[in-house]
């Protein structure tokens, strides 16, 4: 680091000229990479951490001007700091003959007739200078990489100087080459190729290269040799079959019904809510199980949905959920009734009707005379977010039928549900094995009302809604014809939801 006083005006003003542009530079280093520069050795370092800029700077070696720029980091720029201080010795080359000596012997004998001189002459390396401190001798045990390749014989390579390195051009306007096609630097703005590209799925947003960071937006390399209308096959290659899926540009109608059906639906439905559950990579959430709001800062879903972390509000497609926008609950307490329901606390009371994004409303419980009537009060309905193999799925309404007891004596209890039979009426989908379809052949998504944790609604003569129970997680599988559903009507559950609230 530069020292206070004088040294630290010196670094300011370096900064202020570096930032001002008064200096040359390369934009493409990391800090710790050698700089080419001609007059110095360098390497690429934070402003603040070059050492010996100083020393330079005192002795004239360097000046503002001719200090490289090699970057930008998060705190400031990045130079081309010298590796040498300004004021360490210099470093002598054995093979350089400046750096070597002479020494001249003479001889010379006379007789009575013949006088010979003889001169003879001895060139010896200049003896190395001492270290400083005697502690650093062992030090001499060691060869530079130098001095291993002035021992082998292999040519030294040169050091590369400023011409010798070639840096890509990355102002705007010109050209560049990404792996998937050829363009040119142009702000985001400026290219308007690259949206519809996208659009169409012909590039992914990581095929699309960077040129630089601009002042205002991102210079990208904007495609230019790509047509934006895609080329249309309109018969077979030959000898190649006919590809069932080759020019499908539509999704499949029933997608598109099952989509606008859930959209439809939610208005009836604002007391419901999807819990969120971590996925198998742990890197996001699915939305496999229902809940209805029972008070504002309780929930009720089924014993199987197990620990859920929070809960989603007012979204008619959990494909579409978004974690900024909807209106999301965290989750605090989970209490279990029987090993049948769950009552779900949350961590802060909802904000109900128009005051919440998502419009929330206590859900509507049916009476004890709706249930006694329902042969002939109106239709049932199981509600829930549909279920699909790693992924979310829209919201469905499929149609029930009331059924004998002895219809449903013969389900498995893997949950070990308490008295099961005792408080829980018998359904069937009214359309049998088809009604448990999936939704579209586009997705995998499928009702399966006995595993998610489905809410039994009664649609009353009127159109309106009302809730008689929640699918009993007795371990059915997503095809199960018949099933059981836990009534909220009965004493047992009234009080021990009054003793929660109470808690």
């Known amino acids: 680091?530069?020292?206070?006083?004088?040294?630290?005006?010196?670094?300011?003003?370096?900064?202020?000229?570096?930032?001002?542009?008064?200096?040359?530079?390369?934009?493409?280093?990391?800090?710790?990479?050698?700089?080419?520069?001609?007059?110095?050795?360098?390497?690429?370092?934070?402003?603040?951490?070059?050492?010996?800029?100083?020393?330079?700077?005192?002795?004239?070696?360097?000046?503002?001007?001719?200090?490289?720029?090699?970057?930008?980091?998060?705190?400031?720029?990045?130079?081309?700091?010298?590796?040498?201080?300004a004021l360490s010795p210099v470093r002598f080359d054995p093979s350089d003959p400046s750096s070597t000596t002479s020494t001249t012997t003479t001889t010379t004998s006379?007789?009575?007739?013949?006088?010979?001189?003889?001169?003879?002459?001895?060139?010896?390396?200049?003896?190395?200078?001492?270290?400083?401190?005697?502690?650093?001798?062992?030090?001499?045990?060691?060869?530079?990489?130098?001095?291993?390749?002035?021992?082998?014989?292999?040519?030294?390579?040169?050091?590369?100087?400023?011409?010798?390195?070639?840096?890509?051009?990355?102002?705007?306007?010109?050209?560049?080459i990404a792996p998937l096609y050829k363009g040119q630097c142009r702000g985001?703005?400026?290219?308007?190729?690259?949206?519809?590209?996208?659009?169409?799925?012909?590039?992914?947003?990581?095929?699309?290269?960077?040129?630089?960071?601009?002042?205002?937006?991102?210079?990208?390399?904007?495609?230019?040799?790509?047509?934006?209308?895609?080329?249309?096959?309109?018969?077979?290659?030959?000898?190649?079959?006919?590809?069932?899926?080759?020019?499908?540009?539509?999704?499949?109608?029933?997608?598109?019904?099952?989509?606008?059906?859930?959209?439809?639906?939610?208005?009836?439905?604002?007391?419901?809510?999807?819990?969120?559950?971590?996925?198998?990579?742990?890197?996001?959430?699915?939305?496999?199980?229902?809940?209805?709001?029972?008070?504002?800062?309780l929930l009720l879903s089924a014993a199987g949905c197990q620990r859920p972390s929070h809960a989603v509000f007012g979204v008619a497609d959990m494909r579409d959920v978004d974690v900024d926008e909807d209106y999301l609950a965290d989750i605090v307490r989970l209490a279990q009734f029987q090993k049948d329901l769950a009552l779900i606390r949350l961590q802060d009371p909802l904000s109900l009707g128009r005051e919440s994004s998502a419009n929330v409303s206590v859900a509507p419980l049916c009476s004890q005379f709706e249930l006694t009537r329902l042969q002939v009060s109106g239709s049932l309905v199981a509600v829930a977010w549909g279920k699909g193999e790693a992924t979310d799925c829209p919201l469905y309404e499929l149609p029930m039928q009331l059924r004998p007891n002895w219809a449903c004596e013969d389900l498995p209890n893997y949950g070990g549900v308490k008295e099961l039979g005792s408080l829980h009426l018998c359904l069937s989908p009214e359309g049998g094995e088809l009604a448990l379809q999936r939704f579209s052949n586009d997705s995998t998504c499928a009702p399966c009302p006995s595993s998610v944790g489905s809410v039994l609604h009664l649609v009353r003569p009127g159109g309106s809604r009302c809730v008689l129970g929640i699918a009993t997680p007795t371990g059915a599988d997503c095809e199960s014809r018949v099933m059981y559903f836990t009534s909220l009507l009965s004493p047992q559950f009234r009080r021990f939801v009054e003793k929660e609230q109470r808690d």
Request: hydrophobic share 30%; aromatic share 4%; charged share 20%.
């Open 1 to 85: 680091m530069l020292r206070r006083g004088q040294s630290g005006f010196a670094s300011a003003l370096i900064l202020s000229s570096l930032c001002l542009g008064l200096s040359r530079g390369y934009y493409s280093l990391e800090v710790g990479d050698p700089c080419p520069t001609a007059s110095y050795r360098s390497r690429c370092q934070a402003l603040e951490d070059c050492e010996t800029l100083s020393s330079h700077l005192r002795e004239g070696r360097l000046t503002i001007k001719t200090v490289m720029n090699c970057g930008y980091t998060s705190r400031s720029e990045k130079i081309c700091c010298p590796v040498e201080d």
């Open 110 to 176: 006379t007789t009575t007739t013949t006088t010979t001189s003889t001169t003879t002459t001895t060139t010896t390396p200049a003896p190395a200078p001492a270290p400083a401190d005697n502690s650093d001798d062992w030090l001499s045990i060691f060869q530079t990489d130098r001095e291993y390749l002035q021992g082998s014989g292999t040519p030294i390579a040169l050091r590369p100087t400023r011409d010798s390195v070639t840096f890509r051009d990355t102002s705007e306007g010109a050209e560049c």
């Open 188 to 297: 985001v703005s400026a290219c308007p190729s690259v949206d519809t590209l996208l659009s169409q799925g012909r590039l992914r947003d990581e095929d699309v290269t960077t040129c630089r960071d601009g002042t205002h937006e991102e210079i990208i390399c904007c495609p230019l040799n790509l047509p934006l209308e895609p080329r249309v096959q309109s018969e077979p290659r030959v000898g190649l079959p006919d590809d069932p899926s080759a020019g499908k540009s539509h999704p499949d109608p029933k997608e598109v019904a099952a989509i606008a059906r859930a959209d439809a639906l939610l208005p009836h439905y604002r007391h419901l809510a999807a819990l969120a559950h971590p996925n198998a990579a742990f890197d996001g959430h699915l939305h496999h199980c229902s809940a209805m709001v029972l008070t504002p800062q």
